[in-house]
């Protein structure tokens, strides 16, 4: 069974920092790309950063020198390091993993909450 484990989210200020940790069970991580997604209420969830089996990384044009993505294969981990927390940054996280070997079946966390007041 697959299993997305994440944690790290918490109530924060403006300016402030959070590194969200998801760790994965059930499933081959290294050759799989990896990342996060957020939802804040009542829109859509939305693409926050992704990072590839090779290393390669990708961002949301708002979060684009804040938060940095980072994988650790020998523990089958991935980091979202957020830096400089905007409310706007209020969301739902939630860590998903696409599996190259199930077609690109895209398995998913629980989420953890980010709240940032002003």
């Known amino acids: 069974q697959v299993q997305l484990v994440e944690s790290g989210g918490g109530l924060v200020q403006d300016g402030d920092s959070l590194r969200l940790s998801c760790v994965a069970s059930?499933?081959?991580?290294?050759?799989?790309?990896v990342g996060w997604y957020r939802q804040a209420p009542g829109k859509q969830r939305d693409l926050v950063a992704t990072?590839?089996?090779?290393?390669?990384?990708n961002y949301k044009d708002s979060v684009k020198g804040r938060f940095t993505i980072s994988r650790d294969n020998a523990k089958k981990s991935v980091y979202l390091q957020m830096n400089n927390l905007k409310p706007e940054d209020t969301a739902v996280y939630y860590c998903?993993?696409?599996?190259?070997?199930?077609?690109?079946?895209?398995?998913w966390g629980q989420g953890t909450q980010v709240t940032v007041s002003s």
């Open positions: 998903y993993l696409l599996d190259t070997t199930r077609s690109g079946y895209t398995y």
């Open positions: 990072i590839t089996s090779g290393g390669g990384t």
């Open positions: 059930g499933v081959i991580f290294s050759i799989n790309a």
